[in-house]
């Protein structure tokens, strides 16, 4: 063996659980690969940034970094920076035209090769690699079935599917993550095994539009004339993965309202390990403007559904997506946004301005945009309802005793520490002794907030399962 120290690398992420994900795989192939992961980018040797394009500021965001990135690079000999995920995807050759010191840029379709180019760049020097669409081939297709390093040890991303078949007006992940394939039914029950083996207690599975999972398989099969059932897969799945032994909390995100169906309420009903949390986006209240994004809904369905699922559901939990500002949005369609966010009572809303994104049919509406100070004072309107519903749905829980995930110490301040309920709801309390994350315990919950719930430490009700990795120092 080299006696020359081994490389070390910092992966920052931005974006979607999906990058997430991604980059718990670009970790896993660079540890593969020799590499050591540090904390901080004046230890390292390698920066890999991880983009999003969700956002219009994504693009400021890391040409900003990049350029505090390139003094970084020129502080010491060998030093490279890599960049990859939706926005590399979308930008492909720009960014080395912006900021020539990158050394590898690489797409959403390409994170198997991730150690791969970051070497042949160190030989070569600095190299774009975008591919069209996923490698036919499972461990390049899923990022879940390559090597991983995951941040903590006591749950675990699983992919189910990757790309997108909706043509949403404001989204560019199509473009950037290509079409819906779903990952073979049994590799994933193999994987949510495997990771029960090793001690995960929590899964979450992960795609773009969960519950159109397997609508793929299905057609394949049907058109090699094979006899197909006509129930959703990804009920089955859902089901599947919630009774495998040692898996305490099933999670599912993110899924699409047009695509819900009373099977998967059901499932979430029956099998006591799927978490009682729904993500349900909504986007916008308005008919005229969902039919505008091409939503595939209308808001008397996407409320139904949401009532199917709280009636069969005990104590469900609903979070949800809405736009504020979508181009042509006038005052009565952001009143109906109002309207349906009341009646559907979150209990949390992720809140966004619109932001144009080029790609997207959304941007080319320009003479349709709304005045930025106009959707400034609808964003600070809607946030009043939903963090309303959010404040009386966490004052109710006030007095009960919460089954939570411990997930350790809260990085603002280690002497609180932070716990997760079944309903996705985040808790902070003050333990007597150290508790090891990946515990099981239970809190009495004392206070609400609009985003948190504070408690008390009732017990721990079980320790972790994981293995924890001890450091062994070479002689």
């Known amino acids: 063996m080299s006696d020359q120290e081994p490389r070390s690398y910092v992966v920052r992420t931005f974006g979607c659980q999906m990058n997430d994900h991604d980059s718990e795989r670009i970790s896993g192939l660079l540890d593969a690969d020799g590499l050591l992961a540090v904390e901080e980018e004046d ?59 990158v050394d590898v840029v690489m797409g959403t379709h390409n994170v198997h090769r991730a150690a791969e180019l970051l070497e042949t760049a160190r030989i070569d020097g600095p190299l774009t690699e975008i591919l069209e669409e996923a490698v036919l081939d499972d461990h390049a297709m899923f990022p879940s079935a390559l090597p991983a390093k995951r941040v903590t040890s006591y749950d675990a991303w699983v992919t189910i599917q990757i790309g997108c078949d909706n043509s949403c007006a404001f989204c560019i992940v199509p473009s950037v993550r290509g079409s819906e394939i779903s990952r073979p039914y049994d590799d994933i029950v193999s994987e949510v095994r495997a990771l029960a083996d090793q001690g995960v207690t929590e899964v979450t599975l992960l795609g773009q539009n969960v519950n159109s999972y397997g609508r793929d398989l299905q057609l394949d099969k049907r058109r090699a004339g094979e006899d197909v059932s006509a129930r959703p897969l990804f009920s089955e799945l859902l089901r599947e993965v919630g009774t495998v032994a040692g898996i305490k909390r099933v999670r599912f995100t993110s899924p699409h309202p047009k695509d819900m169906r009373p099977e998967t309420f059901a499932v979430m009903a029956e099998v006591p390990t799927i978490c009682e949390h729904l993500h349900y986006p909504l986007q916008s209240g308005s008919d005229r403007l969902l039919a505008i994004m091409h939503r595939g809904y209308n808001a008397e369905r996407y409320l139904e559904k949401l009532h199917q699922a709280r009636q069969l559901i005990p104590d469900l939990a609903i979070s949800t997506d809405i736009i504020v500002g979508f181009p042509g949005e006038t005052e009565e369609d952001f009143v109906r946004t109002l309207e349906v966010s009341a009646e559907a009572d979150y209990d949390y809303a992720y809140t966004f301005m619109f932001s144009p994104r080029e790609g997207t049919e959304a941007a080319t509406m320009e003479d349709q945009f709304v005045d930025p100070a106009v959707v400034a004072d609808r964003f600070a309107r809607l946030r009043v309802v939903v963090e309303h519903s959010a404040v009386i749905r966490h004052e109710a829980r006030i007095g009960r005793i919460e089954d939570v995930l411990i997930e350790g110490p809260s990085r603002r301040n280690p002497e609180v520490y932070q716990a997760r309920t079944r309903q996705n709801k985040v808790v902070h309390f003050r ?35 994981h293995k924890v990795r001890i450091p062994v120092a070479s002689m």
């Open 43 to 101: 230890d390292a040797d390698v920066v890999v940034l991880n983009t999003c394009c969700i956002r219009e500021n994504a693009d400021n965001k890391l040409y900003g970094n990049l350029g505090m990135l390139k003094r970084w690079k020129d502080a010491r000999e060998g030093r490279q920076i890599v960049v990859s995920g939706c926005l590399a995807q979308k930008d492909r050759d720009i960014v080395q035209k912006r900021a020539p010191w």
């Open 431 to 465: 333990p007597k002794n150290a508790i090891r994350a990946g515990s099981y315990g239970l809190v009495e919950i004392t206070e609400a907030a609009p985003h948190h719930l504070r408690g008390i430490l009732r017990e721990v009700t079980s320790d972790p399962s």
